[in-house]
């Protein structure tokens, strides 16, 4: 082997020692930064989503509900009936409504649709402002007596009435005759 193979061999062999150095050094790097997200990041807020709800505490809990004054933006808080009963197809509901509390943070309107078909609104709400409360409800379309299961979709907007975020809620109507 000559000066020069050696000389060769050598800049290939320190080539390789810098490449593994460098390797090392951003392993440790990106291990430290895992372990600095990890040891630093906000713990995940904790809500009632592993409360189980009975007889025994169903006062405490709807007790604690009505203490929390705040709804975060882009929630919303539904108050209403679940069950709207009508006299005929096209009556005045006797007992449906909607109330926009006021610690909701923004005006809601929603739509109402057939479970079996979300592509037509049988019935479409104004916006309800904050604080405002939705009754005397009329279906858009008159529907036969009967049973119905439904969906009401609402509809969070700005001040601009553009939608931030959407909510779906189950809804009986019940027409009489």
């Known amino acids: 082997m000559s000066t020069a193979d050696l000389n060769q061999s050598g800049k290939e062999g320190g080539k390789k ?21 990890l040891a630093f990041r906000e713990p995940e807020k904790e809500g009632r989503r592993n409360e189980v709800i ?62 079996s078909d979300e592509e037509k609104a049988i019935y479409k709400s104004p916006v309800i402002p904050v604080g405002s409360r939705l009754q005397d409800i009329a279906l858009d379309t008159p529907l036969d007596a009967g049973t119905y299961d439904c969906v009401a979709v609402y509809h969070l907007v700005d001040d601009d009435q553009n939608t931030i975020s ?12």
Request: charged share 15%.
């Open 17 to 37: 020692t810098v490449g593994i150095v460098i390797l090392v050094l951003v392993i440790l790097v990106l291990a430290g930064v895992i372990i600095y997200l």
């Open 54 to 115: 009975t007889p025994d505490n169903v006062e405490e809990v709807l007790k604690q509900m009505e203490e929390d004054e705040f709804v975060e933006p882009g929630y919303y808080t539904v108050t209403m009936n679940y069950d709207w009963h009508f006299a005929s197809g096209n009556a005045v509901s006797s007992d449906a409504y909607v109330e926009n509390m006021v610690e909701n943070t923004h005006a809601v309107y929603f739509d109402l649709f057939l479970a």
């Open 166 to 177: 959407t909510l779906r809620v189950t809804v009986t109507v019940i027409v009489e005759g």
